[in-house]
């Protein structure tokens, strides 16, 4: 869509202010990289490595400061190249040639585009690029024109909310990716894939190293999401939930070793580690799913090479790939009233387009073939699952069952 139709010469400068604050998040959050190594790349940081399988890498060499000593221990303020290049996507390597086309500074964040009133810290006259604090008030400034132009197109889905945590700061950017490379963003296919490829791209960014910071970030963040995992589990198993598919018996053997070993304590460090590390407590939520992943990577359908191509603890399933005849299913009630709603869902869609009610008889001549086979399909899958599910349980299959 276009936002629009004319540029006038006086909003310039503020636009590139705001592309140049897009360019920082987008490179910030899906990078892995600390704030002051984002804003210390230069031009011409980003290169594309092309692999005899027909794959693309994308590289980025920077500066890293963290640690980086001289031979008598001193903190060297400009830091140093870091050895190993980034691996980062290509949505990131975008973000660097727009950035480059920007201005023709070296640094890609340059002071001449973002500090034009404040004189240079103290800080950052020693490390040359700006202080990540100066980019608050421009991140809250890019969320208010953002807002200000998708309410003046109509564009009500893509209002940014208001963050009940504060401010917006590029340092809470490396938290967030990794909480959200555990908790997929069901539904939202094109970004499920893209968190698929944050993931591998991080663990190939940091698995080499001694200091792999962003991977303790990533090892804690699907602590936490798999202790959730099974907390929901044990609460659903006690509500009296009934659990279908053929891996019912492993989900309720993680949620009774969970509640056993972890429930209602404080994990320790150790704990956290056995608990991420335990392959018989490896399940996996989307909140859009209409199952549940107890991954054992030697079953997984969705990717055959699980097993020897990660590191354990970098194991995800691969939920764009999920395959409905792997071993590695289990589906409670939950899922059940979430297949039923979606079930509505499609009724109401194809009434609104067809005028009719039953979709799957559906012989409106104005609705596009592929359109109607999909939304048989779609239907067809969901009453497949519920009557599976209700059959294991021992309940008859209905539409209107509790
Ligand atoms: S195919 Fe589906 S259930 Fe099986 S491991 Fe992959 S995501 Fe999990």
């Not at 892995?32 to 940081?45: I, Y």
């Not at 002071?111 to 608050?136: D, K, M, Q, Y």
């Not at 894939?193 to 663990?203: C, E, K």
Request: include cysteine; proline fraction near 6%; aromatic fraction near 6%.
């Amino acid at each position: 869509m276009r936002w629009a139709n004319a540029i006038d010469f006086t909003e310039a400068q503020s636009l590139a202010g705001h592309l140049m604050t897009a360019a920082l998040l987008a490179i910030g959050y899906l990078s892995g990289m600390r704030p002051e190594e984002v804003l210390h790349l230069e031009r011409g940081c980003s290169s594309q490595e092309e692999r005899e399988d027909g794959t693309v890498r994308y590289r980025v060499t920077g500066r890293h400061f963290k640690g980086v000593t001289d031979e008598d221990g001193n903190t060297l303020p400009q830091g140093e190249i870091r050895p190993e290049p980034w691996t980062v996507i290509e949505l990131v390597d975008r973000a660097v040639k727009v950035l480059e086309q920007l201005h023709d500074d070296r640094l890609l964040f340059p002071r001449s585009l973002t500090v034009r009133t404040l004189e240079p810290s103290p800080a950052e006259i020693r490390a040359e690029g700006l202080n990540p604090n100066r980019f608050i008030a421009r991140i809250k400034s890019f969320i208010d024109w953002a807002n200000t132009t998708a309410t003046r197109l109509g564009r009500h889905h893509e209002l940014i909310p208001a963050d009940p945590h504060g401010p917006i700061t590029v340092r809470r950017l490396r938290r967030t990716v990794a909480w959200f490379i555990y908790r997929r963003p069901g539904g939202h296919i094109a970004l499920g894939l893209q968190y698929g490829h944050v993931g591998s791209s991080l663990a190939e960014s940091y698995g080499g190293r001694t200091k792999a910071d962003m991977l303790e970030i990533l090892d804690f963040e699907k602590t936490l999401a798999l202790a959730d995992a099974l907390a929901e589990a044990s609460d659903r198993l006690s509500a009296g939930e009934a659990v279908s598919g053929p891996a019912a018996d492993r989900y309720i053997a993680a949620a009774e070793e969970f509640t056993a070993r972890y429930a209602g304590g404080f994990a320790t460090k150790g704990q956290m580690k056995a608990l991420r590390n335990n392959p018989r407590l490896q399940i996996f939520e989307d909140p859009q799913a209409l199952l549940t992943c107890n991954l054992d990577p030697y079953k997984a359908l969705c990717d055959p090479a699980l097993a020897k191509d990660t590191r354990p603890s970098m194991r995800t399933p691969n939920w764009n790939r999920c395959n409905p005849a792997c071993a590695n299913i289990s589906r409670t009630d939950t899922h059940m009233h979430r297949a039923r709603e979606q079930l509505a869902q499609i009724d109401t869609d194809c009434t609104d387009c067809t005028d009719c009610t039953d979709c799957t008889d559906c012989t409106d001549p104005h609705l596009p073939h592929p359109i109607r086979r999909r939304l048989e399909l779609c239907r067809a899958s969901r009453e497949k699952i519920i009557q599976a599910h209700e059959a294991a349980a021992g309940r008859t299959a209905s539409k209107d069952s509790p």
